[in-house]
């Protein structure tokens, strides 16, 4: 079993920036993915960014260019700064692990970009 524990998320004003945190425990496999996606009521849930814990990234078009997304395999962390947020980022935001072990979420992080 893997636990995901998500915080950064919350309000703030288009064109603002946010940071979320992932912190995984448990029993953690190498090599494995983090990755986060986000979800607004009544659609699917859809990949925002991955990381491998080699470092290879990839990013959904819709944020590359505004988003970056890391880890600290020390503290089994994944971060995503969020720069230049739109109103359509607004969403409830998932951390996933995937691993040899098995594919866990988190509970989810609420992001409101808003005026």
């Known amino acids: 079993q893997v636990q995901l524990v998500e915080s950064g998320g919350g309000l703030v004003q288009p064109g603002g920036s946010l940071r979320l945190s992932c912190a995984a425990s448990?029993?953690?496999?190498?090599?494995?993915?983090m990755a986060w996606y986000r979800q607004t009521p009544g659609k699917q849930r859809d990949l925002v960014a991955d990381?491998?814990?080699?470092?290879?990234?990839n990013y959904a078009n819709a944020v590359k260019g505004r988003f970056l997304i890391s880890r600290d395999n020390a503290k089994n962390t994944v971060y995503l700064q969020m720069n230049s947020l739109k109103p359509e980022d607004t969403a409830v935001y998932y951390c996933?692990?995937?691993?040899?072990?098995?594919?866990?979420w988190g509970q989810g992080t609420q992001v409101t970009v808003s005026s």
């Open positions: 996933r692990h995937s691993g040899s072990l098995g594919t866990y």
């Open positions: 448990g029993s953690i496999s190498r090599p494995n993915y």
């Open positions: 990381i491998h814990d080699r470092g290879v990234t």
